[in-house]
């Protein structure tokens, strides 16, 4: 099943110094089972269109269905069907951890009965076992997320939106949230749509990435794919001082081969990633009798990926025309 199919989407607001296009006619579609990030520099347009996903805030063009339901003419239907944990989180920082995760529950109409064994899993689940007397302000950081994850997730909903997740989470906390991230998938079959401004979150979350920019989607497709198609591999190449004309030579005459540098002994370039370039270009320096004293061969990020994209490095904020 498609879990959200966006056609067109838009949303325009009302400022002092005229009106400002936060998210510009977006097409978005994201299947049952997948995760799914959304990437771009401050102020794309990310948090917008998760809000009009998330019934929060009406698109002022544009149509969505969302985990089976439209967005426009049943948004009660899509709110029951998803969980959306915002950037904040909503938890109540004087309630305790296990009245907070009750009453929402209660909220979605669970019976007290029907709640009990569902928190418990939940708390299980996502880490939370043995802080439910806890009050939510005494939390950490980490187990803060875990518990605003626990209770977007306490009616089951196929489809779970994330705002920023692992934002201001230590190295070790985000590895967890990640793990329990794609736990919501493994385990619960949950579809998961979230935004982030870490590239290595993505990289490492995402079967699929969308990049956003002055509200509209610029890019969208798997990490790997993302990489192989915007930059290729960085090759690093040190001969002997004899061979280093001829060794540039070979660089140059490769169809698989770009971006070429000769500093000293020394030649970068940019080459098409695929071990079987790396073949030819081998064979090639052979053919020559190049011998190299070294080899550096650089996968490109998906921050190399952004900049080319955006123009900008990831986490530096767009200018959004005043339309
Ligand atoms: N209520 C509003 N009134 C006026 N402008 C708004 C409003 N909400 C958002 N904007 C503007 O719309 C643009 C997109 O904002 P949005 O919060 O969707 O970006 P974002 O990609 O989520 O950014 P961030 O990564 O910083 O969270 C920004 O220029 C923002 O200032």
Request: contains cysteine; charged residues 25%.
């Given at each position: ?9 838009a949303r325009t607001f009302q400022?002092?110094?005229?009106e400002v296009t936060a998210v510009r ?35 002022t ?262 339309a």
């Open positions: 099943m498609t879990m959200i199919e966006a056609h067109g989407l400022a002092p110094h005229g006619g977006v097409d978005l579609t994201v299947e049952d089972g997948e995760i799914v990030g959304f990437l771009g520099p401050n102020g794309a347009g990310k948090t917008t269109t998760l809000r009009m996903l998330t019934t929060l805030l009406r698109p063009a544009g149509t969505a269905r969302v985990a089976g339901c439209d967005l426009l003419t049943d948004p009660v239907g899509v709110r029951r069907r998803i969980g959306y944990v915002a950037q904040g989180g909503g938890a109540n920082p004087a309630e305790v951890v296990g009245n907070e995760l009750l009453l929402q529950a209660r909220l979605y109409g669970l019976s007290k009965a029907a709640a009990g064994p569902r928190i418990a899993d939940l708390a299980e689940r996502l880490g939370l076992g043995g802080l439910e007397s806890r009050l939510v302000g005494s939390l950490s950081g980490g187990q803060r997320r875990r518990l605003d994850i626990a209770l977007g997730l306490v009616h089951r909903p196929p489809l779970i939106f994330l705002d920023e997740p692992s934002t201001g989470l230590d190295p070790t906390s985000r590895n967890q949230l990640w793990d329990h991230i794609r736990g919501l998938r493994d385990e619960l079959n949950a579809t998961v749509f979230l935004s982030t401004h870490y590239l290595d979150e993505a990289d490492a979350l995402c079967d699929r990435i969308l990049i956003m920019d002055q509200g509209a989607i610029l890019v969208e497709d798997g990490p790997e794919e993302l990489k192989n198609r915007v930059s290729g591999d960085a090759v690093t190449l040190e001969v002997s001082p004899e061979d280093v004309r001829t060794a540039e030579d070979v660089v140059v005459g490769l169809p698989t081969t770009r971006d070429v540098a000769v500093t000293g002994n020394t030649i970068r370039f940019r080459a098409d990633h695929s071990s079987r370039s790396m073949v030819e270009f081998m064979r090639a320096l052979d053919a020559r009798a190049v011998d190299p004293v070294s080899i550096q061969i650089d996968r490109p990020t998906l921050d190399d990926v952004f900049l080319t994209l955006t123009g900008r490095q990831a986490g530096v904020a767009a200018s959004v025309d005043a």
